[in-house]
């Protein structure tokens, strides 16, 4: 069983939908829970964190952390062509060492 | 600030060659990265270091690949021979410690490797 699991899409959407990506885990011991963005041909770049459980808004992205089912979820609000790109989860216990990701959900937003 | 500085972007090579990545991180970041990306798959990490000290290399394939971080700044990630299920892209990333750099905990653009 891999220690992070990730719907690969891809996710097709009409601009301005709510977009829910999810991802799974099996490592109990995770603390910390971050979503990357990336963009064709680009790095990942890290759009969010979330420490243990709980919800965390940042503009039109909310993060939820459910650790009692080990699940995580990235909700978009009003979703953008712009925000077409591949969305990545990723994992780490509390020291912090070690980043354990997602296999990233491909979305597109279409005009 | 400059990014996480990469090269060759990309780089075809014949299976059994071999073939070096370069990777400059952001000035002052003590941890640097090495991750492989195969298409449809998140990164996984290869090695990391910590100033020029090897923190974690247990998923990188030592019998075929070597890196390494002189000085504690560049670093040079190797192949040889390389194999046809090497082609990937090889992501470097650096950050300060600890949580405080998880916002610095930034990636290059990758060198796009095919093995033919």
């Known amino acids: 069983q891999k220690e992070v699991e990730q719907d690969p899409g891809p996710l097709s959407v009409p601009e301005g939908a709510i977009v829910s990506l999810n991802c799974t885990y099996s490592n109990s011991a995770f603390q910390y829970f971050m979503w990357y963005r990336q963009y064709s041909r680009k790095g990942p770049e890290l759009l969010m964190y979330t420490y243990s459980s709980g919800n965390k808004e940042d503009g039109r992205f909310t993060a939820q952390v459910d650790k009692s089912s080990k699940y995580i979820s990235l909700f978009i609000r009003d979703s953008q062509p712009s925000d077409s790109a591949t969305y990545l989860c990723a994992m780490s216990s509390l020291n912090f060492n070690k980043f354990y990701f997602g296999s990233g959900t491909k979305l597109n937003v279409k005009p | 600030e400059a990014g996480v500085a990469q090269s060759p972007r990309y780089k075809i090579i014949e299976k059994r060659q071999s073939v070096a990545f370069w990777c400059n991180p952001i000035s002052g970041h003590a941890t640097l990265y090495w991750y492989q990306q195969i298409l449809g798959q998140g990164p996984k990490l290869l090695i990391q270091?910590?100033?020029?000290?090897?923190?974690?290399d247990s998923q990188l394939p030592k019998d075929r690949f070597s890196a390494e971080r002189l000085k504690g700044v560049d670093s040079t990630l190797k192949i040889q021979p390389a194999k046809l299920e090497d082609s990937a892209v090889y992501l470097c990333?650096?950050?300060?410690?600890?949580?405080?750099?998880?916002?610095?905990?930034?990636f290059g653009s990758g060198t796009r490797l095919t093995v033919v």
């Open positions: 990333a650096s950050s300060a410690s600890g949580v405080s750099g998880l916002y610095g905990y930034t």
């Open positions: 270091f910590q100033n020029n000290g090897v923190v974690d």
